[in-house]
């Protein structure tokens, strides 16, 4: 009797698996073909705006220019808005491409392609090494890129920037304020900015796709970068937590298996 009933809960385990699968597919086919989709008008907005811009310019007059750069900045956010739609559907695979990755070369890759380490205004702190876990590269570049940009993004003004990285080994014994989904050695990756940080109260809401805490005209972003964090953490089976305290910063704080 009891292995059966293991067996019907390991068959009901494997079908919804299956349907998360396939919804997260369904989800990304959409994603992708309404990006698509999406991006043919409003590049034809875009070149047609240029055109009024470098063409008639000097004829509009009184608020027609004021109008029609607020159409140009209001395209390059809807255009933003599209690439982090398609990013945030791509992160929804789970396991497509798992290999050995060095977590310290991921880092490396993303601080050189964005010029971070030459930044003088920025100081960054990280630890010597990263461990080696198995991961889907690709996606622990968004991982690290999101994290990076939030910090810089939510800065104090007048303030330089400063960026802490941690990095410990733990087990699941270790841990039990964290659910993680099995037994094991896990990594502890925190990612600490002494920036504007947030009322903890927000803390789980600010991984919801779209989620805000701040308006347009104060911080650029679409309210993705952050649910991208969550889904590619969730693909690996892991755990992110945040931590703020307002005006003194943020802390991110992640949990991956190794295996």
Known sequence: MKNATLTRKQRELELLTQRIDRSNQELEDFAYVASHDLHVPLRKIQSFGKLLSDRYAEALTGDG?????????STKRMERLLDDLLSFSRSTRSDTGMEPTDLGQILQEVLTDNNLLDQPEITLNMPNTLPLIRAVPSQMQQLFQNLLDNAYKFKRKDVPTVIDIRYRQTTAAELPEVELWAE?????LEFADNG???DQENAGRIFNIFQRLHGVSEYQGSGIGLAICKK???????VIKATGVPGAGAIFAIVLPFE
């Open 232 to 238: 590619v953490v969730d693909n690996h089976r892991g």
């Open 196 to 198: 504007i940080g947030f």
């Open 184 to 188: 094991g050695n896990y990594c502890v």
């Open 65 to 73: 220019q004021l109008y029609l750069e607020r159409i140009l900045e």
